[in-house]
Structures are given as C-alpha cells and as structure tokens.
C-alpha cells in the first residue's frame, strides 16, 4: 500500500510540473520591445542620412485586435475625437490636439503612457532643424525606457506628416513603434503612406495647437554627434512633465 501511495504521489506531482511547463510557454512574452527601438542611429532613427537610401519597410509583425502586438487593448472610442495633452518642456509648453477618430489605436496608446506618466522626466533626444523633433523613449542619461508592447501602424489613415503634426516613431518595420514620437517642425511628405521612401508611412495622430514657437527653439539647439548623427542636442532638452487637459 505505502509503494502504490508513493507511486500515486510521484504521478500527481509529475502532473503538477507538466501543466505549469506548460503555462509558463503559454506566457512567454515577446521580444522586448526597446530592442527593435534602440537609441537614435542611422538604422534606428526617423531620418538617418539620405532619405532615399531608406529601404522599403517590409511587413510581417502579427497584430491582435488592432492594437498591441502581444497585449491588445481596446482603442478609445472614435465619438471622443478631441483629447489634448499639455507637454510642458524645459523650452516652454507644447499643447497637442490627438486625433482619436483617425487614429484611435495610436492615441490610446499614447494617452496610456502620459497617464502612467512615463513621459515625465524624459528627454528630446534627436532633432533635425526644419524636419523633426524626437523623445518619448529615453532619459537624461540615455537610458532607454522600457515600453509596452509595439502597436498597429496607422499610417493609412490619410492624415499627413505636415508642419506641427505629431507622429509615432518607428523601425523600418512598420508595426514597431511603442512609446517613442516625433513632432514635424516642417511638411514631410516623404513619411507619408506610400510615399516611394516609406511606403508603410509613419503614423500621424494629432497636432501642435500652441507652442509651436517652443518646437522650433526646441529644434534650434545646439547638437554634437552621437551614433554618426549631428542630431543629439548638447544639453538636455526634458519633457518634464505631460498630462491630459480639459479641452478649451
């Protein structure tokens, strides 16, 4: 009796590991995804070197329910069109007006990360004077954040990288942007959808309402080289804080 007890013990506890190898393969998260969004490179950035050198972003990145990548969530409701959020900088404030009817996907995403205030205390890592400033990903020290998961890219929404629009930053694969954005100081069409430079297009999700004079001074600073760009501004330019606003 004592031999089959031990035999029936040695067969539950068998059972036992076999189901919780098993759940933990189901749970198996991605790849981090600051690894497809690195620091600011010639391969990484928005606009390394020569636009048309840029190759084509193949597709391929699985989406779920049109959000995340590996953790959907539901967008916001299109019938909320306008959210603003205030970015108060160490150059003076940026208000933003999100478009949630167009891209809703893009703007929960955003909205979630100023509400966890993950923005708060990060930095304005890469500007190019007439074209684009770039934060949302890195601290002071260059530190990257770690970020949810990449989203669905809403660049076919027929909105445009125009003067004063903000667009989310991404690989050349399309479905990779998380946290980080970039604010068009100038009209970019070349990153628009089906441009013959980014065909995948980088997805537009709202816009500048006050402060552009604030993106400029931001995109005027003085730079050195990091990664073989000119772009990274020589003191910190921090995001101190960004948070939602009643709309006026």
Known sequence: MAEKRKIRMLALVLAIICISI????????????QDNQGTPSTENSLIGGNDNERPGAPSGV????????TDPFEPIEPAIARIQ????????????????????VTVTNFVRYVNEGFYDGTIFHRVVPGRVIQGGGHLPDMTAKPAHSPILNEAS?????????IAMFRTVLPHTATSQFFINQDDNPTYNYGSAQSPDGYAVFGKVIKGMDVVDALASVPTIVRNGEKTFPRQPVVLKKARIVPVG
Do not use: F
């Not at 098993?22 to 995804?33: L, N, S, W």
């Not at 699985?62 to 990548?69: A, H, K, L, Q, Y």
């Not at 929404?157 to 629009?165: E, M, W």
């Open 22 to 33: 098993a759940g933990c393969r189901k749970q198996k998260p991605a790849e981090d995804p």
């Open 62 to 69: 699985p989406v779920v329910n049109g959000g995340s990548t």
């Open 85 to 104: 959020v205030l970015l108060e900088t160490s150059k003076g404030n940026i208000l933003l007006e999100l478009d949630a009817k167009e891209a809703p």
């Open 157 to 165: 929404n027929g909105l445009k990288n125009t003067k004063g629009t």
